[in-house]
Structures are given as structure tokens and as C-alpha cells.
């Protein structure tokens, strides 16, 4: 009916309908035309934000906007894809001009930074659900797979793990922290950055590669499941890259900040394996990207995962549950 669709069609005129400069055909028309360079292959991933679920209702909506978007850069940051494009599927409960200009400035003020175009999507009214696709580009044959990891391959992970998980029991009030250690690990939680320029640094470095979103023990499981390949794995070299443990060591003991590493979920950030002798090659990459890459285990032929402490010794009275929608 005209009203309504007058409603839904000026909201989307209003906060979603930037002129696109990269793409032949943005939104507006029944589909968005998207012209990747010669020999270069689409990298298609999308990721579903459902409120109550990944998000708290109260959340600011430019932090919002920003994570729907930082979320599915990280896959193509993954594959080492150049983001290029992206569509919004938005379910809103209703019409709230305030909320919907937030949004709309946290999540292009992320697609600015990677010069990636909103070029389509839906709209319809619902409970709060954003669902975004990105498409992005990687000369063919090179983007990194979770399939390459070799046994020998150092594994790898960038950044900081673990904080998002600690800003989130707090926010549950099951974990109390001091005030500045809880605004870091809220803006990791409410804030990932997407390491695409990692990713991008890594083609050609990396064997293999995967974002981490339900947890590193239960994301590395995929990658050694789709090599056909084992790995160890040390705990406490990975526990040492919670960014709360530096400001507040005593905050938990040794096996809290080991499940937070390896359990906590929400990363977005990269694990990823490499040959021994790209050592210098991966730092080197880290370091063009403005990226943290510490080194946390081997990849080994004996399939499965061994995790170890920073002594070599086997853990073997610790969980390290990874995120679950049907768990
Ligand atoms: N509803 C679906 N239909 C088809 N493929 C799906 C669906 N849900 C997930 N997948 C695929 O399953 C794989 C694992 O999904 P997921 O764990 O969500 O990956 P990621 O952590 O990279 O977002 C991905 O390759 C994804 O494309
Ligand atoms: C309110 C709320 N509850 C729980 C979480 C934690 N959480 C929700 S989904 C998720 C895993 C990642 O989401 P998923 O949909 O599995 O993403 P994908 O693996 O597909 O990238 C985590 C750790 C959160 N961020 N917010
Ligand atoms: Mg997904």
C-alpha cells in the first residue's frame, strides 16, 4: 500500500542510498551490478546480527552499524579479499529516525575506511536483525583457504584475544572488573577491527587462514579439520595476547585467562599457519599491516588438537567450549 511503502522506501532513500563510485549499479534497481577486475575472483561471505544474540539491546547503534559490518570484512580479511561491495538485510521493529542515523554513521564510517560500497539490500519491519554480505576481490587462486595448513606451519594469531568475552560477562554480571580495564575490553567487544590489511599483507605468505568468531580452539578445529592435519597448541602463549591481562594480571589466575584466549569467542581476529621459513616474511607483514602476530603452536600430520601450557605439558582438565547457536 502507497503509505507504507512510502515509509519504507523514504527510510531506505534516507539512510541507505549513497551514490556508488565502484560498482557499475548500486541499490535502487532489482539487483546491484558488481565488476571485480580481470582475474580477479568475488570473495561472497555474509553474517547475521540478531539482538539478544551477538548484541544487547542497549548497545550504542553506531557501534552496531560498525560491528555488522566489522564482522563480515573480517571473513574477507580471512581469505586476504579486497573488500569491494556490500548488501543490508535490515529487520526493524519500528521507524526510529534517531536510531537508524546512528547506525547508518558507525556502519559507513567502517565502509569509508575500507572503500567498501553499500550497493543493495532489504528492509522490512521485525525484531532487530541486520544481515550483511560482503563481496570483495582476490586475483584468482590466491585467496588463503582454511584447507592449506601443512605439517611443519607455525600457527599463528593477530591482535588481542579474549577481551570481547570479559566485557560480556561483565555486561552478565558474572565478572567485575576496574573501570578502565572494562571500557578497553567493551570497545573490543562493541568494536572489532577487521584485520583485512593483514589479510591482504599474508597472500602469498600464509598457508592458511581463518577468523576467529566462536572461539580460537573451536575455530582452529576447522582449519585442521579441512587440512587433514593436527596442531599443538600453547595455551599460555595464546593467553598472553588477552589485552586485560597486561593491565590487570591478577585479575584472573592462569586457566581463567587460557579460557578467555581459547574460549572466549567474539574475536575477529586471524589464526593462521605459515612454513617456518616465512617466519620473518609474517612478521614483516604484521608489521606493514600495524598488526600484532604472535606465534602459538605447530601444525603437525597426527590430526587432532593438543594443547599444551607454556612448559610443554599437556592440559587435559580444561574445556575450551567454543560458541555454539545449537550447542
Ligand atoms: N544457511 C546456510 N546456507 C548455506 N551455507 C551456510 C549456511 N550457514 C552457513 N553456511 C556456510 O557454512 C560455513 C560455516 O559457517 P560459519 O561458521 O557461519 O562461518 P564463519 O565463521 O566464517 O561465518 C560457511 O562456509 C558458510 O558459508
Ligand atoms: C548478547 C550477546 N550474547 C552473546 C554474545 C557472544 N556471541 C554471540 S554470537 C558469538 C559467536 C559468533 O557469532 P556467529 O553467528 O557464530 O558468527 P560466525 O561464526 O558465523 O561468524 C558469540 C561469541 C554476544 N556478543 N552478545
Ligand atoms: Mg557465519
Known amino acids: 500500500m502507497a503509505s507504507s511503502s512510502s515509509g519504507e522506501f523514504d527510510l531506505i532513500a534516507r539512510y541507505f542510498s549513497r551514490p556508488v563510485r565502484r560498482s557499475p549499479l548500486g541499490g535502487g534497481d532489482d539487483c546491484a551490478l558488481l565488476a571485480p577486475a580481470a582475474g580477479m575472483q568475488l570473495a561472497v561471505s555474509s553474517d547475521m546480527l540478531v539482538e539478544g544474540r551477538h548484541f544487547l539491546s542497549t548497545v550504542d547503534p553506531a557501534s552496531l552499524g560498525h560491528k555488522a559490518l566489522a564482522v563480515n570484512l573480517s571473513d574477507l580479511a580471512a581469505c586476504g579479499a579486497k573488500p569491494l561491495a556490500f548488501t543490508l538485510a535490515l529487520a526493524l521493529p519500528a521507524m526510529d529516525g534517531d536510531w537508524l542515523q546512528r547506525f547508518s554513521q558507525g556502519l559507513y564510517a567502517l565502509a569509508d575506511a575500507h572503500g567498501c560500497e553499500l550497493v543493495g539490500g532489504d528492509t522490512t519491519r521485525g525484531p532487530l536483525n541486520i544481515c550483511i554480505t560482503v563481496f570483495g576481490?582476490?586475483?584468482?587462486?590466491?585467496?588463503?583457504?582454511?584447507?592449506?595448513?601443512?605439517?611443519?606451519?607455525?600457527?599463528?594469531?593477530?591482535?588481542?584475544?579474549?577481551?570481547?568475552?570479559?566485557?560480556?560477562?561483565?555486561?552478565?554480571?558474572?565478572?567485575?572488573?576496574?573501570?578502565?580495564?572494562?571500557?578497553?575490553?567493551?570497545?573490543?567487544?562493541?568494536?572489532?577491527?577487521?584485520?583485512?590489511?593483514?589479510?591482504?599483507?599474508?597472500?602469498?605468505?600464509?598457508?592458511?587462514?581463518?577468523?576467529?568468531?566462536?572461539?580460537?580452539?573451536?575455530?582452529?578445529?576447522?582449519?585442521?579439520?579441512?587440512?587433514?592435519?593436527?596442531?599443538?597448541?600453547?595455551?599460555?602463549?595464546?593467553?598472553?595476547?588477552?589485552?586485560?591481562?597486561?593491565?590487570?594480571?591478577?585479575?584472573?589466575?592462569?586457566?581463567?585467562?587460557?579460557?578467555?584466549?581459547?574460549?572466549?569467542?567474539?574475536?575477529?581476529?586471524?589464526?593462521?599457519?605459515?612454513?617456518?621459513?616465512?617466519?620473518?616474511?609474517?612478521?614483516?607483514?604484521?608489521?606493514?599491516?600495524?598488526?600484532?602476530?604472535?606465534?602459538?603452536?605447530?601444525?603437525?600430520?597426527?590430526?587432532?588438537?593438543?594443547?599444551?601450557?607454556?612448559?610443554?605439558?599437556?592440559?587435559?582438565?580444561?574445556?575450551?567450549?567454543?560458541?555454539?547457536?545449537?550447542?
Open 137 to 327: 576481490e582476490v586475483p584468482a587462486g590466491q585467496a588463503l583457504l582454511r584447507s592449506g595448513a601443512r605439517a611443519g606451519d607455525e600457527l599463528w594469531v593477530s591482535g588481542t584475544l579474549g577481551d570481547a568475552r570479559l566485557a560480556l560477562e561483565v555486561f552478565r554480571g558474572t565478572a567485575q572488573v576496574p573501570s578502565e580495564v572494562f571500557a578497553a575490553a567493551r570497545a573490543r567487544m562493541e568494536g572489532p577491527t577487521p584485520r583485512v590489511a593483514l589479510g591482504l599483507a599474508l597472500r602469498g605468505v600464509a598457508s592458511s587462514a581463518i577468523d576467529l568468531s566462536d572461539g580460537l580452539a573451536g575455530d582452529l578445529g576447522h582449519v585442521l579439520k579441512a587440512s587433514g592435519v593436527g596442531a599443538t597448541l600453547d595455551a599460555d602463549a595464546a593467553a598472553q595476547c588477552v589485552a586485560a591481562r597486561a593491565q590487570q594480571p591478577a585479575l584472573l589466575d592462569a586457566a581463567g585467562w587460557r579460557q578467555l584466549a581459547l574460549a572466549g569467542g567474539d574475536d575477529y581476529e586471524l589464526a593462521f599457519t605459515a612454513p617456518p621459513a616465512a617466519h620473518e616474511a609474517v612478521l614483516a607483514a604484521a608489521q606493514a599491516s600495524g598488526t600484532a602476530a604472535t606465534r602459538i603452536g605447530r601444525i603437525e600430520a597426527e590430526p587432532g588438537l593438543r594443547i599444551v601450557d607454556g612448559r610443554g605439558q599437556a592440559i587435559a582438565n580444561e574445556r575450551f567450549a567454543s560458541f555454539d547457536h545449537f550447542g
